[in-house]
């Protein structure tokens, strides 16, 4: 198998608006390379997007733990934990994005938004 051609595609497709499609393509791809960030990024966000909220929050907390640098991991692991009802515990990982990345309007906006649910 192509690795990179499969992981085209599977841009391609989530791009397209197929995160479910998308993440098809990427499962077999990290499983022959688990330590691929970029893989076990797109797989995530075409989780979330899917709304397999369970798998997103399994590969973003892999993330996080190889790399608590990586604001973005930090900031979709949030949002994954909001959709997932656990406001307290996306604050923290929201906090994180925001203060990595103040810049960001998106990362203000979401930890804005759930401050304000659990009223911190």
Do not use: W
């Not at 608006?17 to 966000?45: H, M, Y």
């Not at 604050?91 to 309007?105: D, G, Q, V």
């Amino acid at each position: 198998m192509d690795l990179l051609a499969e992981y085209r595609r599977a841009t391609m497709f989530f791009d397209s608006g197929d995160p479910t499609g998308a993440a098809r393509l990427l499962e077999p791809i990290i499983e022959a390379e688990p330590d691929n960030s970029s893989v076990r990024q797109l797989l995530a966000r075409a989780y979330f997007q899917s709304a397999q909220l369970n798998r997103a929050e399994e590969h973003l907390r892999e993330l996080v733990d190889r790399d608590p640098s990586d604001h973005y991991a930090h900031h979709v692991l949030g949002r994954t934990l909001e959709r997932m009802n656990r406001p307290a515990d996306a604050l923290r990982h929201l906090r994180i994005a925001a203060a990595m990345h103040s810049t960001n309007t998106d990362y203000a906006t979401a930890l804005k938004r759930v401050e304000g649910r659990v009223g911190r």
